[in-house]
């Protein structure tokens, strides 16, 4: 059955680095692409990045562009979030989230906490 | 960026009785392929989104079908015809229509009164 475990969460300094993983089993990464969503505890789900498909095409919102990069290892059906220049505000759980085939997510990982302090 | 406005944001319900959330976009969700790419979630407490309803109106497998997903352009409703107590938790709209970024509502808790 289609399952995604993250992991990589803990804490971590303002300004430092963390690689969340996100392993997929039950499907390819060939043919879905794969979202990043976070969401403060006790608050709202908001997006963050998505890789498409051809492993090429990525997307993210503007808070963390340039600070978070999206990618995959095909041969481990895995999907990476390197986190780099942390702040307090990206404190939040990290779920992956499958995508289906341009619907939008529909599959959820059980989630990675990370947090963010001095 | 479109946003997603949802009412209410707290939703306190009767056991047997029926529930709705209303879910609205500042920008129509017809994509141009003719679809509207709107979808919703249940979060249970302490779980993570699970989907329930795509494509407005599309129910996924599994889900009761005491759950309903309708509306068009901006405007957006998922009904509870009947809420049982495992239906408590939150529910968020997103819109997959126009992106990046995708954009998801405030969340509507739901709790038994």
């Known amino acids: 059955q289609v399952q995604m475990v993250e992991s990589g969460g803990g804490v971590v300094q303002p300004g430092g680095s963390l690689r969340l993983s996100c392993a997929a089993s039950?499907?390819?990464?060939?043919?879905?692409?794969m979202h990043w969503v976070r969401q403060v505890p006790g608050k709202g789900l908001e997006w963050v990045a998505v890789?498409?498909?051809?492993?090429?095409?990525?997307h993210y919102t503007d808070s963390v562009k340039g600070r978070f990069t999206v990618s995959r290892d095909i041969s481990k059906n895995t999907v990476y979030l390197q986190m780099d220049s942390l702040r307090v505000e990206d404190t939040a759980v990290y779920y992956c989230?499958?995508?289906?085939?341009?619907?939008?997510?529909?599959?959820w990982g059980q989630g990675t906490l990370v947090t963010v302090s001095s | 960026d479109i946003v997603m406005t949802q009412s209410p944001l707290s939703l306190p319900v009767t056991l047997g009785q029926p529930a709705s959330i209303s879910c609205r976009s500042s920008?129509?969700?017809?994509?141009?392929?003719?679809?509207?790419?709107l979808t919703w979630f249940q979060q249970r407490p302490g779980q993570s989104p699970r989907r329930l309803i795509y494509?407005?109106?599309n129910r996924d497998s599994g889900v009761p079908d005491r759950f309903t997903g309708s509306g068009s352009g901006t405007d957006f409703t998922l009904k509870i015809s009947r809420v049982e107590a495992e239906d408590v938790g939150v529910y968020y709209c997103?819109?997959?229509?126009?992106?990046?970024?995708?954009?998801f509502g405030q969340g509507t808790k739901v709790e038994i009164q």
């Open positions: 494509k407005v109106s």
């Open positions: 989230a499958r995508e289906q085939l341009g619907v939008g997510p529909d599959y």
């Open positions: 039950g499907f390819t990464l060939f043919n879905f692409g």
């Open positions: 890789i498409w498909s051809d492993g090429n095409l990525k």
């Open positions: 920008q129509s969700l017809v994509h141009s392929d003719g679809n509207t790419y």
């Open positions: 997103l819109q997959g229509t126009q992106w990046p970024p995708w954009t």
